[in-house]
C-alpha cells in the first residue's frame, strides 16, 4: 500500500485544473474523501453530479475544516482574495497549495496570509493543461507523465512541500522545484507569450477585411493547431498576463524582434538568410520533439 495517504483534501475552484487533481488523486487511491466549493454554484453541483468531488458543501468553511491539503485552482487574480477566505476555516498545520500559471505574485501574496494563519504554504504549478474550463472539462489523466513545479521559498516548510510534492507524484507528475522568478520567465518563453500569439493571431486574420466573406471558413489543419489555444478562458489569460507583465513584456519584445528581422529579409527578399532562419527554427522545433537529436 502506497504509505502516503490523505484523509481529506478539499479543491476550491473545481474546474479542469482543481477536478483533474481530485480525479488523479481518487485514482491513485491516496486520498479518501474529497471535498469541493466554487462560486459557481451550478459547476460545484456538476462536479458532484460526475463524481470529481465527493462532498459539495454548503459552505467554504465546511468544505475546507478538516482537510490536510487545500488545492486553491481559482484564476490567478483571484488567488489572493480566496486565500484570505479560506485561510480562517483552515485547520492549524494544515496545508495549503495552489496551481496558478504565475508564481511570484501569488507567492508574496499568500505565503504571508498562511504564516500568519498557522498554515503552511506550497505554490505549485502543473504544467499540463487543455483549452477547457470547468468540472466537465477535469480528467483524471491530464497529470500523467507530465511535470509539476513548485516553487518554495525560504520559509517553506520542509514537510508540507514533500507532501504536495508526493500529491503531484501520486497524480502523475515528475515534480521539480524551481525558484520562482526563473519559473515566471521560462513560462513566460514557452507558455505566456505562444497563447499571446495565437490569440493575436486569430484576431489579426479575423479583422483582415479586404473581402466580405470571413476568411477564417478557409482555414485548415495548420492554422487550426497553431491556434487551438485561443479557445482558452480570457479570464484566465487577462490574469496570466497582468501577473507576469514584466517576464511577458521581455518576451513580446523579444518575439518583435524576430519578426522585425523576418520582415526585413523578406522586404529584401533575402532568401539566403530565410532559409537559415526557417532552418534554425526547424532544428530547435524537431529537437523538441526527439531529443536526441539535440544532443548528438
Ligand atoms: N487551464 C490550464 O491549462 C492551466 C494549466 C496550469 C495551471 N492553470 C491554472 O490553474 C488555475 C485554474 O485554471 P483552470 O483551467 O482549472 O480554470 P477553470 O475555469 O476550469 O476553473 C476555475 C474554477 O474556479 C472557480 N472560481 C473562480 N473564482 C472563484 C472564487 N472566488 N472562489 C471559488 N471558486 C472560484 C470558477 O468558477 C471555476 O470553476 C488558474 O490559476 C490557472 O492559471 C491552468
Redesign the pocket.
Known sequence: MNPFYLHKIAI???????GSFALALKRAGVVATVAG????GD?LCLAHQLQVIDERSTSLKGAVSGAELVML????G?MA??AIEVLPYMDQGAVLTD???VKQCILEAVEPLAQAAGVNFVAG??I???ER??AS?AFAELYQGKRCILTPSEQTDAAALRKVEQAWQSAGCEVVTMDVLKHDRILAAISHLPHMIAYSLVNSVSSYDRYEENILDYSAGGFRDFTRIASS?PV?WRD?ALNNRQSLLEMIDQFGRFLSELKKDIEQEDGERLYEFFLRSKLSRDAILHPSVRDK
Open positions: 476550491v475552484g473545481v474546474g479542469l485544473i482543481g466549493w466554487d462560486a459557481d459547476n485552482a481559482v484564476p490567478v483571484k482574495d480566496v496551481s496558478g500559471s504549478h502543473p499540463s493543461g487543455t474550463s470547468g472539462a478562458d484566465m496570466i
